[in-house]
């Protein structure tokens, strides 16, 4: 936890290596003190069929899943920087977009939650 999911158009990894947006994603966040830097994944899901607007060519959207507990102030400022950031590297997109979305807590479970041992219940015992 946190998960960021990149789905972009197959182009966009001739134009960066998919390191560099990962990484650029992981700076940001790592960055905001909201997560411990071990816990934050990332993954990209390039697209080689997709649609767009007439002149339009291609997108990068982030879909960025964390857990509650984050004030709406602090998702609006890490979906921000992520974009800055993504937008540096890219700065001919087409579309570029990010979301933050929460996790319930008490509908979330994990390896560390389901260990008989993890009496507890800290999602990150043995991590």
Same mark, same amino acid.
């Not at 997560?35 to 007439?54: G, H, S, T, V």
């Not at 800055?84 to 560390?112: C, G, H, M, W």
């Given at each position: ?11 966009? @990894? ?18 905001? !003190? ?6 934050? /994944? ?12 007439? !002149?339009? /060519? ?10 509650? !507990? ?7 400022? @890490? ?49």
């Amino acid at each position: 936890m946190p998960h960021f999911i990149i789905d972009c158009s197959q182009d966009i @990894l001739q134009r960066r290596i998919p390191d560099e947006l990962m990484d650029a994603v992981y700076g940001v966040a790592g960055a905001t !003190g909201l997560f411990a830097p071990n816990d934050i /994944k990332i993954r990209i899901q390039p697209y080689q069929y997709y649609r767009l607007r007439e !002149g339009k /060519k291609n997108f990068l959207h982030v879909f960025g899943y964390i857990m509650q !507990g984050r004030n709406t102030e602090q998702k609006a400022s @890490l979906s921000k920087q992520i974009s800055i950031r993504l937008s540096e590297l890219l700065p001919d997109i087409s579309f570029l977009s990010v979301n933050i979305s929460d996790f319930e807590a008490a509908t979330y479970s994990n390896k560390a939650l389901i260990n008989p041992e993890n009496i507890n219940k800290d999602r990150h015992f043995g991590l």
